[in-house]
């Protein structure tokens, strides 16, 4: 996954101008590729082209006096049954009902809730990375394609990439790990420090996933660290830094373990 990288201008945005850059101006979606070149072809939800005076045509001339009708709005699509469906079910986690986070996805990106387990299926959400979801407990493993979830997003029932999805376990104070606590005039710069102090030669592997932002003089930033270990993700780490003059230096870090196939009673990966 490619770093994330920030002017010193958006640090200093406030917290409600991030979410709306969040939501509308970046779109991108970090599904994985498909093995061929995707359709570019529109998903049955959207418009097929442009209507009106300028119609496909590029016919500037007035409308006839007899109207067409309105065209009906377009079906939504229908999901596929257990046949349509690549892939075998997996038995096992996440089970119905389990909590989970989208990791891995950058702040000014989404990830796409399909109506099937794969990407040649229409997608009906796009979720924001702060999107908190439910397990349904249906899991498909495709072969080539990965392993997939069905999950509950708010009123929307879809499938999304495992690779981008964990059960967060328990959160910890671990601000002591950072003594003495790194200083950088530029918020990623910290982010780096922070990142390298955490899991030395992490390299390029870090996500923000929320900020930067600065409220009240203090820096927040959350950004994933990948793991090793195939039974944790990585962590989430929550980064707070006070600002004096030009210069950032960190006061409090929380670290949440990012859990690939649950959580035991202590809120450590299983």
């Not at 892939?87 to 809730?113: D, K, M, Y």
């Not at 387990?117 to 439910?134: C, H, N, Q, W, Y």
Request: glycine share 10%; aromatic share 6%.
């Amino acid at each position: 996954m490619q770093r994330s990288r920030w002017p010193v201008a958006v640090a200093l945005l406030a917290a409600a101008a991030l979410t709306a850059l969040t939501a509308c101006d970046y779109v991108t979606d970090p599904s994985p590729e498909p093995t061929t070149t995707a359709s570019t072809t529109p998903s049955p939800t959207e418009p097929t082209g442009p209507t009106g005076l300028d119609g496909p045509s590029g016919s500037s001339e007035p409308e006839s006096a007899e109207t067409e009708p309105e065209p009906e709005e377009p079906a939504s699509p229908t999901p596929p049954s257990e046949a349509e469906m690549p892939g075998e079910p997996v038995e096992g986690f996440p089970e119905v009902g389990t909590s989970l986070v989208i990791t891995g996805v950058p702040a000014q990106e989404v990830l796409n809730l399909r109506i099937g387990p794969g990407i040649e299926f229409a997608s009906v959400a796009r979720l924001t990375p702060d999107t908190r979801l439910v397990a349904t407990g249906r899991n498909r493993d495709t072969g080539g394609a990965g392993l997939w979830y069905q999950v509950r997003a708010g009123e929307d029932v879809g499938w999304v990439f495992a690779r981008y999805v964990a059960e967060p376990g328990a959160s910890r104070d671990v601000t002591d790990h950072f003594d003495p606590p790194p200083s950088a005039d530029r918020p990623g710069d910290l982010v780096d420090l922070v990142v390298e102090r955490w899991q030395p030669g992490s390299g390029d592997d870090e996500v923000v996933v929320f900020g930067p932002v600065v409220i009240d003089d203090d820096l927040q930033v959350r950004v994933d660290v990948p793991a090793t270990d195939d039974s944790v993700v990585g962590a989430r780490l929550f980064v707070v830094a006070a600002r004096d003059d030009d210069v950032f230096t960190v006061t409090r870090v929380t670290a949440t373990q990012l859990c690939a196939r649950g959580v035991s009673g202590t809120g450590d990966c299983v």
